[in-house]
């Protein structure tokens, strides 16, 4: 009790210098208001990874075998864990596998949605690692005009574009001529979808043995849309 | 305001026929997921490359082993068993076609298997041609040669294709050493 007075005298003492404050100082406060989250699977989040976005039980991503669920949550194993009768990739080769999943945009704001370079290592990204290197990919996406040129490799889809940036995240200059003109790439309105895929290559020092797991953190960033985007705004800014 | 309420109305139904969907906006989100990767030896990779034959033409090799070409065979010196040859190399200014192994008694040199999950087109490249034998792929079935512009028909999920590699030394002289050749075996979806 003795303690709680001095305190309320500093309070006062305060609030004489500075006018307009409050002099009724408190130590704590303790306010209960609800918050109730749910969570959901993956295939029905707010941001939703799902090979099945109707939700009629056939999936529309054509390549969901390489996809595991645990507690709603997927994983893509391509090896011996996928539903494929090969239990990994080839040495020596480039294996590019889109449409894994779709990432869809079931909020109400438009978002721009990349993969955080950042939490792929170094040595296992495309960009810069060596062995098993992977990169995440966006195709059939529905914003921006970049389109891909020139020879593209086999199975590259023309408006495929690097989920990581190449490494720079989504103001990539690799595909916009400035920093908003690339984010517009990755936006995704309300409703809107792309395919996700992954660019995998492995080079002459891998063995039998040779295995990576990586955990990617996937960004869905309303703040991130740019001014100059130009969108048809179905559903955003309520 | 009234516009507001209606959106909010929308989204409660939403959850009710969808369950668990959110109805709210979200700032931002992010996911972490885990994606694991592993290697395999050629003939169980995606993307299925198999020997055929006795001869070592085609040998797979390595670890995790990979397809490789040997031309003449390595052992083709063993060949024909009764009576064996021991050819030095291919002629120069030639075509020459090799649909199976030295020792095979089968035809195909070597099969493309799709151990995918989509039907596939295959087909070869190589990238640097220049002084240096041209080879490309063939289907053994039809003779085909199997080129970008014209991949093999569609090959569906945990099917084979028999093929062989057609050698052409159109102005690539004779020597000592053997010519190392880099064949690029591309398998793309069909209809990508």
Known sequence: MERRKFIAGLGSLTAAGAAGIGTGAFTTVQANRSVSVSVADDTDALLALTPDPDDDGTNESENADYLSWNNGKLSINIDSAAGTTGSGVNANATTQINDLFKVVNQGTQAAVVYVDPDSISDSNLTWSGSGITIDPQASNRPNGDYTNTGSLAAGVEDDQISLTGGDKGPTWSGVGSDDDDSLEEYVLEPGESFDFGLYVSTDSTVDNTSSISETIEIVADATRVPDSYTGDGSGSGT | ?192
């Open chain 2, 1 to 192: 305001m009234k516009r507001r309420t209606l959106m909010a109305g929308l989204g409660s139904l939403t959850a009710g026929s969808v369950l668990a969907v959110g109805s709210g906006a979200f700032t931002s989100v992010s996911a972490r997921r885990t994606v694991s990767v592993q290697t395999a030896a050629d003939y169980e990779s995606l993307l299925g490359l198999t020997q055929i034959g006795a001869g070592e033409r085609s040998e797979l090799d390595g670890t995790p082993s990979q397809l490789e070409f040997t031309l003449p065979g390595d052992d083709e010196d063993e060949y024909p068993s009764q009576d064996p040859t021991n050819p030095q190399g291919l002629g120069t200014d030639s075509v020459y076609r090799f649909g199976q192994d030295a020792g095979a008694e089968t035809s195909g040199l070597f099969a493309v298997e799709n151990l995918g999950t989509q039907p596939v087109q295959v087909y070869s490249t190589q990238s640097d041609t220049s002084g240096v034998p041209e080879v490309t792929m063939y289907n053994v079935e039809t003779g085909n040669l199997l080129t970008k512009n014209s991949p093999s028909a569609t090959l569906p999920t945990a099917n084979r294709l028999l093929c062989g590699l057609e050698v052409d030394t159109h102005g690539v002289p004779v020597r000592e050493t053997e010519y190392d050749v880099t064949l690029t075996i591309t398998a793309v979806a069909a209809g990508d």
